[in-house]
């Protein structure tokens, strides 16, 4: 395979993790997924060109659509806000380069499904950044589960608790405005959230959902006034996967204290599984069939036995962070490109999550349980 060309969209928060990736994933896991770093581009000629010297981009553009129409470019990766996801994806669809897209996918479900529709249409490759389920523990996790190592699964507890925007002086921003944004916790963390439900435990068929705005109104930088936050905090929900297990899903931007909290458990007729992203090299497993009086969670500490763990280091407990899971989430989307492996998370899977994410708020409209539909 030729090394695929990808063209980068936006130099933020995960732009920045994503050039990271795209510089770093030949030497963690050899040659063959060693791409070219082709073209950047931001919103302006200067932050582009700054962008493509630091992150070691050939060239820099400050119009995406000529990115999208470069020939030069395989691969489009958007890492912009999410209101320009949409129209971004379907511009790369339509001429016809592979698309990794940031989560949220779009900002509604139909948005999404359109999307999807495009993309199939065309034959490209897609995948969405739901990085956190390239932890190697989590992939452990999925195996113990799958192998009936917990027995059958009961109940699912999932939470992602974050506080960025707990202090009511943070400012106003794209992620308070429904437009930009669409959702607010629930884009932002939910969609994390609801992946790693079904990459643990398959779909969701249906949610009661509560959402919760706790700051109304937040200081606009541009006008200096107090503006309304359009969408929510909070959101709480009741859920239940299509193969009958009940559980319940808490994300919060403003839970004080919690900086990266995406925490599980699922509980099991023969134990039980915790995990927790601040503490992501840490599997905690509970064996209900241990002898009396020696009872009690285990931690297993990630290490070189577990998967895509050795590439970056021969050590047990030494550890992955937050970076390598995008490294191992860019060697995936280029292994796809290859043919090498399936697609997934594709875009299929971000207007699944898209799809929950609807059926929560519609819930919360109407305060009565919700299908996810399909
Ligand atoms: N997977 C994760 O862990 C994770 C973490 C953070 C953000 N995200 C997602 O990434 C996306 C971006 O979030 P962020 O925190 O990086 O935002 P950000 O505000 O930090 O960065 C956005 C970038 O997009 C650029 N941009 C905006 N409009 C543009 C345009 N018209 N043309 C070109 N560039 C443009 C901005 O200049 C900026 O570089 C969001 O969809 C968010 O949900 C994912």
Redesign the pocket.
Known sequence: MARPRFGL?????????HAIALSAVGAVFGERYAPVCELL????AE??QR?ARTLGFARAT???RELVRDPAIDVVD?????H??RE?ALAAIAAGKHVY????LANTAREAREIVTAADAAGVRHMM????ICNPLLRVAREMIAAGELGEPYAFRGHYLEDYMSDPAVPW???CDRAL?GSGAL??LG??LVNLGHFLLGDIARVLGSLQTVHATRRDPASGTQRGVENEDIARALVEFTRGVPGSFEVSRVATGFKCGLAFAIFGTKGALEFDHERMNELRWYDAGAKPGRGGFRTILAGPEHPDYRPFCPAPGHGLG?ND??VIEVRNVIRAIAGDAPAWPDFHEGARVQRVMEAIEQSHATRAWTEVGS
């Open positions: 969209i936006g130099t933020g928060f995960i732009g920045r993790t581009a931001d919103h302006s932050a582009a962008g400050a119009d995406w958007i890492c912009t806000p999410n320009l996801h971004m897209c940031e989560k949220p950044g739901f990085n956190y921003s794209w992620r944004a884009a932002d969609s994390h937050y899971l995008k």
